[in-house]
Each structure stands twice: as structure tokens, then as C-alpha cells.
């Protein structure tokens, strides 16, 4: 069955009826640009095919009723505040509790989810859940909410609501991401561009490689980073990281004492180039030279940002190995996926090549698949 199957089955089953409409949003896959967006920076993430869906038909006024395929739970609440509403449903509620905060008369709803995003996988299956609901609250209650507007409402969702302390790309790709592009996004000023990323013309492909080794974005790990970072930006009087420029770097890191700091900030400011030389490449239709900047950047988050764990390692090996022009983590790391940039047609061949490599290390089998760039959240039929 279909993930839009599995909401209309989920629905009925909890409600008795049919659901008013039905709403998807994607996950994401991050080209480059890992960690820069809590510091103000730029990342380069496109969308996924793989959604989250909600079907939903409207409830009385402060009522809510959330069910989905991944528990047999159901959960009713009203507005409510940060920490009443915990688990899987904190997400929904912190929605609501977003656009209630944000000024608006949100609509009583009865939601079903089902998806498709694989969970803790770093493909951003949050984000999806909480963009899918959002768009359908806002079309339920035409409320008037600008497209650029519904990233930071749903961010400050899972930021202040959850307790998730997650930068703004995750929602952004989900809401914003156009079909054949790459979302060039500056997390300072939420300026996007749509940058062409149609790899099939260029002979090429993404696979995703799934490490099954998942990962956790509200435990210390991820806080510890950002709170590094933030603090290296106060020592070196700047309002983020992103104020520091390549050619400032080694006057930068000569100011700061702490060795673990250092290889911090190094890795956002090489990030951020990073970024924007992808996106220059691609913009000139150099697309096979973006392999060697992605492979690059998953060296720093391996050395400097520490925040990859065997698995991956591995796989990105194994994936050049194999003939990947380039390969690297996506996501906020501690598990989750990676991406290879291959030629068209060796698919079969890279997956072959990392499983091999993980059943030899004694490593739960990857799942691998090819993506393309796809479109953000909006209303869909069945």
C-alpha cells in the first residue's frame, strides 16, 4: 500500500470516515552544508520523494485528535504549552502551539500520519511530519501565512515545543524545495534560490545510503556542538560563525585556546565555502566537480566536527571505492545517511560495494536507494 493509502486507512480506522483532505511533505536529503545553518549559514539540501502524510478533516475549535501508523495511539489535546504534550505527538501539538503563538485561530482537526521518511535516519523525517500538519492547519483554516513565514513556525516547534535544538534547513527543504533544484538557503536571512539539480541530464544520480546505525538529535551531542559553536563566536567577537571567512580562519583559531574549539570552527567556516563553491558549480553546469567538495566536507565532519560514526565512514569509503565521484554524511550525524554522487546506471554496483564492506566489518546491512529532487509540502488527492 502507499504511504497516501496507509493516512486514509489510519484515518478511518480512528474516525470512522473519511478524511477531508490530504497533505504531504518530504524529507530531505542535504547536499552540503552540515551544522552551518544554527550558525547562521548556508546549506544546499533538496527534497525527497519519500513523504509524511496527513489526512485531515476539521474538529471543533480547540480540539485535536492525532493518530498515525507508526503506534496504536491515539492522542487528544487542546492548546497547550511546551512539555504537556510528550513523544511522537509533541511534534503535531508544537505545531499548533507554533501558529497559536505566531497569532493565529488555528482549526480543530483530526489528523491520521503515515510515512514514508525513514525515522532517525537524518533525512529529516521530523520536519516532514511537522511541515505536512502545518500546511494542512494553514489550508484548513486559510490561514495567512506566508510561504517564507512557515519554516520558522514549524522550527520553533520542534526548537521550543520539543525541546529539539535543530537550525532552520530541515523545514525550509520541507516547505520550500522546488521539483529539479537544490534549495540554496542563507539561515541568516531565509533568502532562497533555486539552484538546477537535474542530475539525470548529466548522466549522474544520488544514492542514498541508509547506515541503520540511527542517531538522536535531543540528546547532548548535537546541543554540545551548537554550544560550541556559539560560544567560539562570542570569544571571537562575531555574531556567528558565518561572519568568519576563509581567509579569516587561521586568525580566528590562532584566538581561541581550546583545541576542540578549534577544530569546531574550522569545520563550520570550511562548510560554509564549501556550500557556496558547490553552488557556483553548479550554477556553471559543473556538476561532476561537486564530488570532491562533498567527499571534502564529510573529511571535516569526520576530524573536525566528530560526528560521524563507523558505519558511515565506511560506507563513504566503500562508495569511492567503487567509482562514486563523491560521498559524504548527510545530516546532523551520530548515524543516519549517506549520499554518494554516481554515475548514472551504478547503483547496483556502489550498494553492492558498501554491503559487501559492512558485512565484512560485522555491521547490520545498509539500505540503499536512488533520489531525486523533488517538491516541498502542499496538498495532494488521493
Not at 166 to 188: H, N, P, V, W, Y
Not at 343 to 369: K, L, M, N, S
Request: aromatic content about 6%; overall charge negative; some cysteine.
Amino acid at each position: 500500500m502507499s504511504v497516501v493509502t496507509d493516512a486514509v486507512e489510519a484515518y478511518r480506522k480512528q474516525f470512522g470516515s473519511e478524511p477531508q483532505g490530504l497533505w504531504a511533505a518530504p524529507g530531505r536529503v542535504n547536499l552540503i552544508g552540515e551544522h552551518t545553518d544554527y550558525n547562521d549559514g548556508f546549506v544546499l539540501p533538496f527534497a525527497l520523494p519519500q513523504h509524511t502524510v496527513a489526512a485531515v478533516s476539521p474538529a471543533p475549535a480547540g480540539e485535536w485528535t492525532v493518530c498515525s501508523t507508526f503506534t496504536d495511539e491515539a492522542v487528544s489535546f487542546g492548546l497547550t504549552r511546551p512539555g504537556e504534550v510528550t513523544g511522537w505527538a509533541a511534534y503535531v501539538a508544537g505545531v499548533v502551539w507554533a501558529l497559536a503563538e505566531d497569532g493565529h485561530e488555528v482549526p480543530g482537526a483530526r489528523i491520521a500520519l503515515a510515512s514514508e521518511v525513514p525515522l532517525g535516519s537524518g533525512l529529516s523525517s521530523s520536519a516532514a511530519l511537522e511541515s505536512a500538519v502545518l500546511t494542512a492547519l494553514i489550508d484548513l483554516g486559510r490561514l495567512d501565512v506566508p510561504l517564507e513565514r512557515r519554516p520558522s513556525i514549524a522550527q520553533r516547534a520542534e526548537n521550543v515545543y520539543v525541546g529539539a535544538p535543530t537550525g532552520i534547513m530541515d523545514q525550509s527543504a520541507s516547505i520550500r524545495c522546488q521539483e529539479g533544484k537544490a534549495l540554496f538557503l542563507d539561515c541568516r536571512s531565509f533568502e532562497v534560490d533555486q539552484i538546477p539539480f537535474d542530475l539525470a541530464a548529466e548522466g549522474l544520480a544520488i544514492l542514498v545510503i541508509n547506515s541503520n546505525a540511527p542517531h538522536q538529535h535531543v540528546d547532548g551531542e548535537y546541543g554540545a556542538r551548537r554550544k560550541s559553536c556559539e560560544e567560539a563566536a562570542a570569544i571571537l567577537g562575531v555574531p556567528a560563525l558565518r561572519d568568519i571567512s576563509v581567509a579569516d580562519l587561521d586568525t580566528a583559531l590562532s584566538r581561541l585556546d581550546d583545541e576542540v574549539m578549534r577544530r569546531r570552527v574550522r569545520h563550520i567556516v570550511t562548510e560554509d565555502q564549501r556550500v557556496l563553491d558547490t553552488v557556483a558549480l553548479l550554477r556553471e553546469g559543473r556538476v561532476r566537480e561537486i564530488g570532491p567538495v562533498l567527499t571534502a566536507g564529510h573529511a571535516s565532519m569526520r576530524d573536525d566536527f566528530e560526528i560521524t560514526v563507523a558505519q558511515v565512514d565506511v560506507a563513504v569509503e566503500a562508495a569511492i571505492a567503487a567509482g562514486a565521484l563523491g560521498a559524504r554524511m548527510t545530516g546532523g550525524g551520530f548515524g543516519g545517511c549517506v549520499l554518494a554522487l554516481i554515475e548514472a546506471g551504478r547503483a547496483d554496483v556502489t550498494t553492492g560495494a558498501v554491503e559487501a564492506a559492512y558485512a565484512e566489518r560485522g555491521f547490520q546491512a545498509p539500505t540503499c536507494w536512488t533520489v531525486t529532487a523533488g517538491p516541498g509540502a502542499t496538498a495532494i488527492t488521493a
